[in-house]
């Protein structure tokens, strides 16, 4: 089933671990309230969190964590 906006934000933390997993409380607001603050933070992300100039490039350490 596919989510838009908010709602698969909160599909994501549902998965995470603890911590992240507290923000689900926020579920109780309106749709069209969560909806609103999600497309205010996604047209201001690169302001807000910053852009990077190149990609990230997994250490081999860190590819072996993600292998079978």
Same mark, same amino acid.
């Given at each position: 089933?596919?989510?838009?906006?908010?709602?698969?934000?909160?599909?994501?933390?549902?998965?995470? &671990?603890?911590?992240?997993?507290?923000?689900?409380?926020?579920?109780?607001? &309106?749709? &069209?309230?969560?909806?609103?603050?999600?497309?205010?933070?996604?047209?201001?992300?690169?302001?807000?969190?910053?852009?990077?100039?190149?990609?990230?490039? &997994?250490?081999?350490?860190?590819?072996?964590?993600?292998?079978?």
């Amino acid at each position: 089933m596919a989510r838009f906006k908010s709602d698969a934000i909160f599909e994501v933390m549902r998965q995470l &671990p603890a911590p992240w997993r507290l923000a689900l409380v926020f579920r109780i607001v &309106p749709r &069209p309230i969560r909806d609103w603050c999600y497309v205010r933070i996604a047209r201001n992300r690169y302001r807000l969190f910053g852009m990077r100039d190149t990609c990230f490039v &997994p250490t081999p350490d860190v590819m072996a964590r993600f292998r079978d």
